[in-house]
């Protein structure tokens, strides 16, 4: 998915007039982009209004004029803040007014369901405040078939800390065209992941009805650290946690404390992780 940013603001006019404008902060065109899509499936995609106004101000109404189209509101925060989602301030803006209040920010998630025919198609995206009317082009290609990964899920084995893993990944056509493989990249962005296509096949494509091995997903602990930084399995010794880990070095008598306490640290974080259900 695919998130696009918009920045709503006021210009004072003789201190009587307001105008709002918007601008969309994204590296493709303007507009919200699905591609192809299998018909019957269901595409969502992420967005982002900003207030860095002096006055809140209220979404009066949110449409699309596809089928099958609808916006849901995941959450609210202030625009210094990291943006969240909480499954409380999840509601549909169709049976909830929406006011974003100054200097917040809302984000927004549009659903959109393939039409159950072939073809392409384009529609428009409102959004409509007392003082503005944005729309936002919508588009997409629908065809007969999908396409499948395997495996399902990514499982990586156990390896010494620091050392890059790799798993082999296969994408089976069951479209009647043949597929060009662009990029595949992890969402949310990691830069510890990414995809190494095979060395004899640099351009993959893959016949209709077919499978094909697309190369491997490559997972390097070590690129978490910028160019410019020293790094050991992954950690940054320019960090806290670095520096700290780089003082033991000289072997002070608190050397297996520090151990002791790095160990502590990752093993409950671990631990986090499986009471939230997040590991495998």
């Keep these: 998915m695919r998130k696009i940013e918009l920045s709503l603001h006021f210009k004072n006019d003789s201190c009587v007039c307001f105008l709002l404008q918007y601008s969309i902060h994204s590296d493709d065109e303007i507009s919200f982009d699905f591609g192809v899509m299998s018909i019957g499936n269901q595409h969502s995609m992420l967005f982002t209004l900003i207030n860095n106004n002096p006055i809140d101000i209220p979404i009066q109404s949110f449409s699309c004029d596809l089928d099958d189209c609808e916006a849901m509101v995941l959450g609210v925060g202030l625009v210094e803040s990291e943006h969240h989602t909480n499954k409380e301030d999840i509601f549909s803006i169709k049976r909830r007014s929406l006011v974003i209040q100054k200097n917040h920010f809302a984000v927004l998630r549009l659903d959109v369901k393939a039409p159950l025919t072939e073809g392409q198609y384009f529609g428009g995206v409102v959004v409509e405040t007392p003082h503005n009317r944005l729309s936002i082009e919508v588009k997409l290609r629908t065809v007969e078939g999908c396409l499948a990964v395997k495996p399902e899920s990514i499982i990586l084995r156990p390896a010494f800390p620091g050392s890059p893993q790799s798993v082999s990944i296969t994408l089976i056509n069951n479209f009647s065209h043949r597929m060009k ?40 602990p070590r690129l978490a650290c910028d160019n410019e930084e020293m790094c050991y399995v992954g950690l940054s010794t320019q960090s806290l946690n670095g520096k700290v880990w780089l003082s033991s070095l000289a072997l002070p008598d608190e050397t297996q404390d520090v151990d002791r306490l790095f160990y502590s640290h990752l093993h409950n974080r671990w631990l986090g992780l499986e009471q939230m259900g997040k590991t495998m």
Excluded at 184 to 194: G, S
């Design 181 to 220: 493989l662009e990029s595949i990249v992890p969402d949310p962005p990691d830069k510890r992941f990414h995809h190494r296509p095979p060395k004899k096949t640099p351009v993959v494509e893959i016949e209709p009805h077919k499978k094909q091995k697309v190369g491997r997903i490559v997972f390097d």
